[in-house]
Structure formats: structure tokens, C-alpha cells
């Protein structure tokens, strides 16, 4: 039976075409995963079905849930339709539940506005819809805060609400992207299971085919505004027919080609390092310190590139401010070429090592041109300006980018662009080590193919040392010779990436592993 | 935007008519003639003449003056000292110079302008410079604290993070990056300190704690019509359109730069 | 929660502590003899001395700062230069008119922003919002003296329906002290409605664009509902802020709005101490001031932690 039907929905924002004749099914009890890269239109998709939209949108076609024109519904039943028949879980835990309200009210509120026997009730069995998240109020009681849980407790509270009165069909947009990938598997699991239980339609909306391909009876891929292809899940396997289709396949799986490292000289020497942060200073004295860092080794060698693994809070950024020299550390020693590293050091010595971020919208000085923004290292290491003028071309146009651009402002360059730029950045000094802090862990799989091969083929030409700092197995696997897995602030395996791939040692790692998503193998693309 | 040009229109007026005053006036404001006295508007007065026979239009223009130069010297003040010192706090955040500046913030915020006037005039006498002063030393806080909350979150940014590993130190840093990505906002503030400093220097004048005579202030002619309002409200009606207009004009401007200013700021955030 | 209480309270006790040092000293920096003053050119030395050991200017300064200070905790002001009453008596008196002004006038705001504001947000955009919103630029830009002499000409000179000033005095009844603090309240209160009438709309549109309300939405709730049950408890924050600053304002501002009205409160009486050199009221009279303003911020502060469970958690 078909629960939801959406068919040639075409919309727009303030004229502007953001969907472009989609048209999608679902069956109840059945798992659609809509897959796509950002602006595609997936989420849109979703908040066109929820007639949650902007007050510039404007709607045509036709949304068909549980046997109601959506698109034909006035506002008071559409409230009435939402959070009874279709439930919505959303991408930020942090920031999608009220910070002022227990959680317990939070889920009770869903009930009371639909069927409302009062408070009693209400939280009786807001408790019911918070056990069934595995959330149950035994062990996290309803009067608790969303300050007080974490990001996947908190969406398991966002779960709860949406599925409180067993909507008939769930929505779940990039319900995992901001959290860990151990617990990504549990929410995953989570929302399989209650579909399964309740016989209720889930459309997952994802840019990670791997997420999609686990849980999915059904697929759609989506590209600007339009579904270009769909069928069963086994579509991924058996093979996909649209070009951009097999295109975003084969870039979500693709494996740089690299020449390895050679066993150069050791470059950077981490030994027994240590870094506390001090605890709160409170009335009674100082609480105790935090320990992120606690007896971190390793070596990097000249030419290596070096993966560094972890979850959100395992110490992998604290340990990457410490290797750059901008923050002490209370003991162990870092030395690199020799030196020892600290917030004191040298210029010639942090010339040595420059660093790429995460995020390539927040990576760069929005009020500075180009030239500026890539000049910028220059202050370690001056030299002329027409020597800087000519490194900072020369450097733009080693990743792929012309010297014309040098004039131009940040804004006026796309996401993959930007994170190319940081990398000229971290380039102009001829740097022996470059620090890669989760660099293509923003891009959208088809961008990161792209700069993976950049820096694979940067590495090689130049001979450049990596310390690739990531959460994803994926990236890791593609880019890197040798890899550590680091978990509360300490390395709990070290080894050949191959190896510890796919011969785990430590339980951590084989839980990392276990957990993380992957593509079924069959003849991809 | 029809706001934002209306604002424009009426700041260029009074900016235009305190800059004419400097070079003519319709009547000489020290001029009196008695026997022209209390007369309602007309065409030879447009905003009619007080109680000594002077010009009210006259008056008006030259108290432009007064008020624009308090106003803006105290609007001076208030950035050249509160925006180093809300740089200063935010690049050694949680330090003890943070604590020492927010510390000091909060105190003077507990002094309103007109009890640091008060204190100003109980102790060196009333004069324009003590407006100045008390304004100026009210926007000392303002302004730290618009430049530290905007400053704090612009350094946690990656590209603070990446002027940290090009060697930058906290001072070369606030200056390249911190201040120029917070301008906008000291724009946007200055203006609406402008308009509070109008503002307050006719709240000043008016109980005589502002610009002393002879020198013409909107504020003080407002007080000597008070006593005159039953039968020369023109007295009282002008000089306060005179205030209204100059605040609204300030304020539009400062809501349209903000507009036009701002969503760049936002996207990056 | 007790923590930040304490946290809270030691930062008022030295608030007021270095505030009560800056007046002290600000006072002290003054040239000239009070006591000289007072008894003119010709005054005999040991009426001299014994006026001064009266007004307790003999002794080190910081003698007579822990004088000031502990005569205040006592409830002793000293005694005024010009009147020789005793500062107490004469600051209660005039406290009895401008407190409740103040309060008064923060009320009237209040109950005026509070729904224009909501209202406001809720219509952003459309005409409602645009006609508050330019409603809110002239209360702004209008000086609430000029705007209080205004009304004395048309509610009091013209329809005679208040009195021009003065006040009626408490002990004739409650109504009549309300009456005739009513146009010096309206007059405060409007430019500080119009500021937080645009507070509270901006604030709720700000909440109205968070995530949380996305959630709420998506069970069901309408956008009065999830305006009124989540956006506006996160709006309170920013504008209990603007609250507790008003209440400065509004304290400064019933100095100048006492002038225009002829009130018998404290601002009357500090223009009057300026203009013979009681500096001893001066003195007080800003103490004063300067402890309700910093006992306001941190009733602020409380409500902070009343309204935000993150607060309350944090130490």
C-alpha cells in the first residue's frame, strides 16, 4: 500500500527553482533512502512533505500522504497531520531541542497537542516513547535538560517526540551526520527497528550512500531538484545506469593513486606528551583537570603520510594545537627536524609545518583578497614581494587553481575551491609536514574524490609528510601508509593502515570498524 | 531603503545647517531686540523669536553645532578607548586583563551618564566639556563590550587558528583580523551612540548641566521655554522637532547601514 | 544554583564596594572647605573646628570614607551642610516619589512592549510589523522631557485632566499619588517601551529562526503555539537584560523628568545640593542611585538562572 506519493512536485524560493519535478513513493513499512550531495534538493524534498517551508516557497504538483493532498490541506490540518501521521527527526541534535524545557515535557507535548488526557498521561507515555528510543527514564529521568545529554542521547529525545504517537511514515534528515560513527550504528540500528516494529514508512535522507545502502530497501538519487534515478537498493550493486549516479559511486569509493611512502628520516617526534586542561575554578578550590592528551608516542618519517583516528573529544585536536606549537603541553617532549616544539619556538621552525582545516567557509579572512589569504605564512619566512607574488601564483596554480584568482575574494569561490586555497596556503612556505584536520571531512563525496587526488598527487610530486587527522575509515584508508587509532586521549593501535583495516587488534578498533558504514561490494561503477 | 534614504536626508540637513551657521545665520543669535519679542512664526521668523527677540531658526542652527560636537567627540571617546580595551579583553579571554576590563565595564555601566554629570559638575563646575566627558565615559563600556562579544566568537575561527600557525601574535592579529571584521558593528553603534549622545546632551543642557550660556543648545532652550509654554509653545515645539529629527535621522541611518552592513557578517558566522 | 547565588552576591559586595570608593573619591577631589562655606568669611576658628568635627570632616581620608561607609550601613548619611537634617530623612522623603516614579514607569513599559513586541514578530514583515516598528523609531528618537512638557501642554494646560506638577503626596490616598505621577511615567516610559518593544520583537524573531522551533513545528504545533510555548522564554533572556539596563535609565531619567513636573524627588534635591554645595547629599543621593541600578543588575542576574537551566547547572 502506498504510503506517500509525491508526483512531478516542482517548487521554488522566491522564484528561484529548487525542485524540479520529483517524484517519489514509499510503501508502509518500507525504508526509502534519498541520496544526494548538497543543494540537490533532498532536504527540501522533505520539508515540501512536512509543508514546512519557507514563506517564499510556492508548491506544484502533488503530495499524497496517507491518502491526504498535502499540497491541498490548510494550515490547522496540516498541524493536525504533523507529529500524529509523519514525524520528523532533523540533522543537529544540539541545537533542535528546546535548551529551556526538560525533556520529558519536550516529549509529552507531541502527545498533548494531538490527544491531549492531560499531563499525566502525557508524560506516562512520553516515558513509553523515550524507552522505545532506548532513552529509558529509569536511567535518564524525564526532568533531565538537553544540556545534560549528549548529542546522540539528545537525538534519541528528537526520535522520541517524532515517533511519541506512531506517525505512519518518519522522515529522517541526515539524522547521523553530526555524530560519531559508533553512535551513528546505534541510531541507525534504532531507527531500523522501529520502523520495523511500528510497520512505519521511513524516508532516510543522506549524502552518504554507505548510511543509505545498510538500512534502504529502496533508493532515490537526487541532483539539483531532480530524481535522476531510483529502484531497489540493490541498484548499487547490480548496477546504476545514470551517469552522475555511477559517478557519485564511484567517487564515494574511490582510492587515490598513490606511489607510498619511503622510509625517509624521521620528521617529527612525539614522545610521552601530556596535555591537562585545568579544571573549573570554583568556590572550594579548582576542580580537577581534564586530562585530553595522556602519554601520546609516534614518529613520522619524511615522505609518510600518517592517519590519526578517532571520535569527537578523543584528543585528536588538542593533540594537533600541541604539534603546531600553540599550546604547551605539562609533559613529554615534541621535537621536529631536532627542535623542540613549543609555543615559543622559532619562526624557521613553524615555517617547517603548516596546517588545513575543516571547514572551508571558516577557514579564511573573509575581508582579504586571495593574494593576502595564501601570503599569509609568509610572516615566518619573509621574502621579497615579487617572490612572494610569484610563490603565491605558482602555489595556486600546483592545486589547481589559475594565478588570476590571486585578485579575487574568498566568497567568490566554491567549498572544494576554498579547501584547495587552504591547501596553496599551507603550501607557500615549502613545508615539510602538513596537517590535514578532518581537511575533506565538509566536502561532498564527488569534491573530496578531487582533493584526495590533489593531495595524493601533491604528496608525491613534492614530497610532503601528511598527518591526516580524520573520523572517516574511508579517507583514511584512501590517503594514508600508516595509521593510529586514538581513543580518551591515548593511541590504542598503531600499524600499517591495510592491517589495521582489516586485521584489528584492540576491541576499540574493531568497534570503530564494526560500526562504520560500508558500501555492499558487487561490480560498482 | 526608503528609511535609510530618509535617515540620510535629515542627518545631511542638520549636518548641512550646523555648517552654514559657521558662515551666516538669518539673525545674529547674540542680537537682542526686545521689542520683537514672544512673536509666533512668520515669514521674517519662520520658527518665530523668543523671549529676548532672537531668531529661534538662528538658535537652532547654532545649537546644531553644540549638540553635533558633544555628541561626536564623546562617540570618540567612547571607541578610542572602549574598542582597544574590548580587543584586549577578547584576545586574552579568561585571563586576568579580561576579568580586570569586564570588571571595570560592569562598574561604570552601574554610573548612568547623568550621575556621572552630576559627579562631574559637584566637582569642577557645569560647563559643555563635562557633557562631553560624562557621554564619552558612558560609551567606554558600550563600545568594549560590542567589540569583545563580536571579537570573542571571530576568535575561534579556523583562520585566526591559521594566522596563529603563520607566528601571528594576539596583537598583530586583533589589529589584521579582529578589527576590520568588526568595523561594520563600530559603524553600526557609532551611529546609534550618536544619536543616545544627542540624546543625553539635551537631557544635560536642559537641567543645566550641559553647555553653559551664551552658548546656544537645543537642550537649554528647551528649559527657558518651559515656563512659557502656555502662551509661546512655539518656544518649546522647535527645539524638540530639532532633537526628534536629528535622533530619528541618526537612527534610520544606523538601521539602514546595519542592514546593508550585516549580512555578510552573518553568513560568516 | 546556590553557587551562582554566592558567586553572584560577592560580585555585588564589590561592586558596590569600589563604586563606593570612586564617589567617595570623586567628592574628596572637590576644593574647598564645606564647613568654611557654610559659616561665610568671617567665622570665628573654633566654630569652625567644632562644625567640622559635627560634619565629620576632621581625620585621615580614610577615616572618613570608613565614617561615610559605616554611617550608611547604620542608615546614618550624615547630616546636610545647607539644611542641618540629618541626609537619612531628607533621601527617604524624596526616595517615597522617585522610587515608585521609576517602578511605575518601568511597569507601563513593560505592559507596552511586551504585547507590541509580540506582536510585531509574530506579523514580521507585513504591515502590523512595519507600523510598530516606525511607531518605535519616534519613541526612540522623542527626548522624554520634551515629550513630558508636550503633554503637560495639552493634558494639563489644555485639558486640565492632570495637574501641571507638583505632587499630590501619599498620605491623600493611593489614587491621587498615582495621578499625579502619571504623565511624568508616560513620559519615561515611552522612549524605554519603544526600545524594548524592538528588543523583544528581535529577540523572538531570533528564537523563531532557531531549530528548536523547526521540532516543535514538525509535532504539530501552529506558529502562535510554538511562539508562545518555546520562542518566547528563550526571547526573555536578551530582554530581561534590556530590562534590568531600563531601570538605570529610568532611575537617571526621573531626575530630569522631576524638573519638568516640579516633583519633590531625589532629582529635585541633588540640582538643589549642586547648587549650594551640599556635597554630603550629593554624595548620598549618587550612592544611592548607583546601589539600585547594581542591586537591579543582579535581581537580573537571578532571573537569568530562574529562566535558564544552563545557568543554574553552571557552578
Redesign the interface.
Given at each position: 500500500m502506498t504510503l506517500l506519493a509525491i508526483d512531478n512536485l516542482h517548487m521554488a524560493i522566491a522564484g528561484h527553482p529548487v525542485l524540479r519535478g520529483v517524484s517519489l513513493e514509499l510503501a508502509a513499512g518500507e525504508v526509502l533512502g534519498v541520496i544526494g550531495e548538497s543543494g540537490s534538493g533532498k532536504s527540501m524534498t522533505a520539508f515540501a512533505v512536512m509543508q514546512l517551508l519557507p514563506d517564499a516557497a510556492r508548491c506544484s504538483g502533488r503530495i499524497t500522504l496517507a491518502g491526504r493532498d498535502m499540497l491541498a490541506l490548510d494550515e490547522p490540518a496540516l498541524c493536525a497531520m504533523r507529529g500524529r501521521y509523519v514525524g520528523m527527526v532533523f540533522q543537529e541534535p544540539m541545537t533542535a531541542l528546546n535548551p529551556l524545557q526538560t525533556i520529558g515535557d519536550q516529549v509529552a507535548e507531541t502527545i498533548r497537542i494531538h490527544d491531549d488526557r492531560g499531563q499525566d498521561d502525557a508524560l506516562r507515555r512520553a516515558a513509553d516513547a523515550l524507552t522505545r528510543a532506548e532513552l529509558p527514564p529509569e536511567r535518564f529521568p524525564m526532568t533531565r535538560y538537553p544540556h545534560e545529554l549528549s548529542g546522540g542521547q539528545r537525538q534519541r529525545v528528537v526520535i522520541a517526540m517524532a515517533i511519541a504517537l506512531r506517525p505512519r511514515l518518519l522522515i529522517a534528515d541526515e539524522p547521523t551526520t553530526a555524530l560519531d560513527v559508533t553512535t551513528q550504528a546505534q541510531i541507525l540500528s534504532l531507527l531500523a527497528r522501529l520502523a520495523r516494529e511500528d510497520g512505519m514508512g521511513l524516508m532516510l535522507i543522506s549524502h552518504d550512500l554507505a548510511v543509505v545502502a545498510g538500512l534502504a530497501d529502496r533508493i532515490a538519487i537526487m541532483q539539483a531538484g531532480q530524481v535522476v534515478e531510483q529502484g531497489p537498493v540493490s541498484l548499487l550493486t547490480r548496477g546504476l545506469t545514470h551517469p552522475y549516479s555511477r559517478a557519485l559511486l564511484a567517487a564515494s569509493t574511490h582510492q587515490p593513486a598513490r606511489d607510498g611512502g619511503d622510509d625517509g628520516d624521521v620528521i617529527l617526534r612525539v614522545r610521552d606528551v601530556v596535555r591537562d586542561y585545568p579544571g573549573r575554578r570554583t568556590l572550594r578550590g579548582r576542580a580537577p583537570a581534564f586530562r585530553a592528551v595522556d602519554g601520546v608516542s609516534f614518529d613520522i618519517r619524511r615522505g609518510e603520510s600518517l592517519g590519526l583516528v578517532g571520535e569527537s573529544g578523543c584528543g585528536k585536536s588538542t593533540l594537533t594545537r600541541a604539534i603546531l606549537g600553540l599550546e604547551p603541553v605539562q609533559r613529554g617532549s615534541i621535537t621536529f627536524r631536532g627542535q623542540a616544539v613549543h609555543p615559543a619556538m622559532g619562526n624557521d621552525l613553524r615555517a617547517g609545518m603548516q596546517v588545513v582545516f575543516q571547514d572551508p567557509y571558516g577557514s579564511f579572512n573573509p575581508r582579504w583578497r586571495v593574494d593576502r589569504l595564501v601570503a599569509e605564512p609568509f610572516h615566518l619566512a619573509p621574502v621579497a614581494p615579487d617572490v612572494a607574488r610569484h610563490r603565491v601564483a605558482e602555489a595556486l596554480e600546483a592545486v589547481g587553481l589559475r594565478a588570476s584568482d590571486m585578485q579575487k575574494y574568498i566568497h567568490e569561490f566554491s567549498g572544494g575551491q576554498r579547501q584547495r586555497i587552504a591547501i596553496a596556503r599551507a603550501l607557500v612556505t615549502r613545508p615539510d609536514l602538513i596537517l590535514l584536520d578532518e581537511a575533506v571531512s565538509a566536502l561532498d563525496v564527488s569534491v573530496r574524490a578531487q582533493v584526495l587526488d590533489l593531495l595524493a598527487d601533491l604528496s608525491d610530486r613534492l614530497g610532503l609528510t601528511y598527518l591526516f587527522i580524520s573520523h572517516d575509515l574511508t579517507v583514511v584508508r584512501a590517503i594514508t601508509d600508516r595509521v593510529m587509532v586514538m581513543q580518551a586521549g591515548r593511541i590504542v593501535e598503531t600499524g600499517p593502515t591495510a592491517q589495521v583495516l582489516t586485521a584489528p587488534q584492540h576491541p576499540y578498533t574493531r568497534a570503530l570498524i564494526a560500526a562504520a558504514p560500508t558500501l555492499p561490494t558487487g561490480d560498482a561503477a | 531603503m526608503i528609511?535609510f534614504r530618509l535617515g540620510l536626508f535629515l542627518v545631511l540637513v542638520v549636518l548641512g545647517a550646523a555648517a552654514v551657521s559657521l558662515v551666516w545665520v538669518p539673525q545674529d543669535v547674540g542680537a537682542m531686540a526686545i521689542a520683537n519679542k514672544l512673536k509666533p512664526p512668520t515669514l521674517a521668523h519662520p520658527m518665530g523669536t523668543d523671549h529676548f527677540g532672537r531668531d529661534v531658526l538662528s538658535m537652532i542652527m547654532v545649537g546644531a553645532r553644540t549638540s553635533i560636537a558633544v555628541a561626536l567627540v564623546a562617540v570618540g571617546i567612547g571607541m578610542g578607548v572602549g574598542v582597544p580595551l574590548g580587543l584586549a579583553a577578547a584576545a586574552n579571554r579568561g585571563g586576568w586583563l579580561d576579568e580586570i576590563i569586564m570588571?571595570g565595564n560592569?562598574?561604570v555601566?552601574?554610573?548612568?551618564?547623568?550621575?556621572i554629570a552630576?559627579?562631574?559638575?559637584?566637582?569642577f563646575g557645569p560647563s559643555a566639556v563635562n557633557a562631553i566627558l560624562a557621554i564619552g565615559i558612558f560609551n567606554i563600556p558600550v563600545f568594549a563590550r560590542v567589540t569583545r562579544g563580536a571579537a570573542l566568537s571571530l576568535w575561534t575561527?579556523?583562520?585566526v587558528?591559521?594566522?596563529?600557525?603563520?607566528?601571528?601574535g594576539r596583537v598583530r592579529i586583533s589589529v589584521e583580523?579582529i578589527l576590520?571584521?568588526v568595523a561594520n558593528l563600530l559603524i553600526v553603534q557609532g551611529t546609534i551612540q550618536f544619536?543616545l549622545g544627542i540624546?543625553a546632551e539635551?537631557?544635560l543642557s536642559?537641567?543645566?548641566l550641559g553647555a553653559q550660556p551664551p552658548t546656544p543648545s537645543w537642550?537649554r532652550m528647551?528649559a527657558e521655554?518651559?515656563t512659557m509654554?502656555?502662551f509661546a509653545?512655539h518656544l518649546?515645539?522647535f527645539?524638540?522637532l530639532a532633537?526628534?529629527?536629528t535622533?530619528?535621522g541618526l537612527?534610520?541611518l544606523g538601521d539602514g547601514l546595519r542592514d546593508a552592513l550585516d549580512p555578510?557578517l552573518r553568513?560568516?558566522r | 544554583m546556590l553557587r551562582y547565588i554566592l558567586k553572584r552576591s560577592l560580585s555585588l559586595l564589590v561592586s558596590l564596594l569600589i563604586a563606593s570608593v570612586v564617589i567617595f573619591a570623586a567628592v574628596e577631589v572637590v576644593p574647598g572647605d564645606p564647613a568654611s562655606y557654610m559659616l561665610g568669611m568671617n567665622a570665628q576658628p573654633d566654630t569652625l573646628a567644632a562644625l567640622r568635627d559635627e560634619l565629620g570632616l576632621n581625620g585621615s581620608l580614610i577615616q572618613r570614607y570608613l565614617g561615610w561607609v559605616g554611617g550608611m550601613l547604620q542608615g546614618d548619611f550624615g547630616v546636610s551642610y545647607t539644611y542641618r537634617t540629618p541626609v537619612a530623612g531628607m533621601v527617604a522623603d524624596r526616595l517615597a516619589v522617585s522610587l515608585p516614579l521609576a517602578i511605575y514607569a518601568l511597569a507601563l513599559s513593560t505592559a507596552i512592549a511586551f504585547p507590541a513586541g509580540i506582536w510585531a514578530a509574530a506579523r514580521r514583515g507585513r504591515l502590523g510589523d512595519t507600523m510598530v516598528m516606525g511607531a518605535t523609531q519616534l519613541g526612540v528618537a522623542v527626548p522624554n522631557f520634551w515629550f513630558a512638557m508636550l503633554m503637560v501642554l495639552v493634558f494639563a494646560i489644555g485639558l486640565r485632566w492632570f495637574p501641571a506638577g507638583g505632587f499630590a503626596g501619599w498620605d491623600k490616598g493611593l489614587w491621587a499619588g498615582l495621578h499625579s505621577l502619571t504623565l511624568p511615567a508616560i513620559a519615561l516610559a515611552l522612549p524605554q517601551a519603544a526600545i524594548l518593544t524592538r528588543v523583544m520583537r528581535s529577540a523572538l524573531i531570533d528564537a523563531l529562526s532557531e531549530d528548536y522551533i523547526r521540532t516543535a513545528r514538525a509535532k504539530g504545533l501552529t506558529r502562535g503555539q510554538a511562539l508562545r510555548r518555546h520562542a518566547l522564554r528563550n526571547a526573555l533572556i536578551p530582554v530581561l537584560t534590556i530590562i534590568g539596563m531600563q531601570f538605570s535609565f529610568l532611575l537617571a531619567g526621573a531626575i530630569i523628568i522631576e524638573n519638568v513636573f516640579y516633583l519633590p524627588g531625589l532629582g529635585r534635591l541633588i540640582f538643589q545640593a549642586i547648587s549650594a554645595r551640599d556635597l554630603i547629599v550629593v554624595e548620598s543621593v549618587v550612592m544611592i542611585l548607583v546601589f539600585g541600578v547594581i542591586v537591579v543588575n543582579f535581581a537580573v542576574d537571578l532571573a537569568y538562572a530562574a529562566v535558564d537551566p544552563r545557568l543554574r547547572a553552571r557552578e
Open positions: - | 528609511a570588571r560592569d562598574l555601566f552601574a554610573f548612568p551618564s547623568l550621575v552630576i559627579l562631574i559638575t559637584a566637582t575561527r579556523d583562520w587558528m591559521a594566522a596563529r600557525v603563520a607566528g601571528k583580523h576590520p571584521n544619536s540624546l539635551a537631557g536642559y537641567v543645566g537642550g528647551l521655554s518651559q509654554i502656555s509653545p518649546a515645539i527645539p524638540g532633537i526628534l529629527f535622533v530619528l537612527n534610520l555578510r553568513r560568516s | -
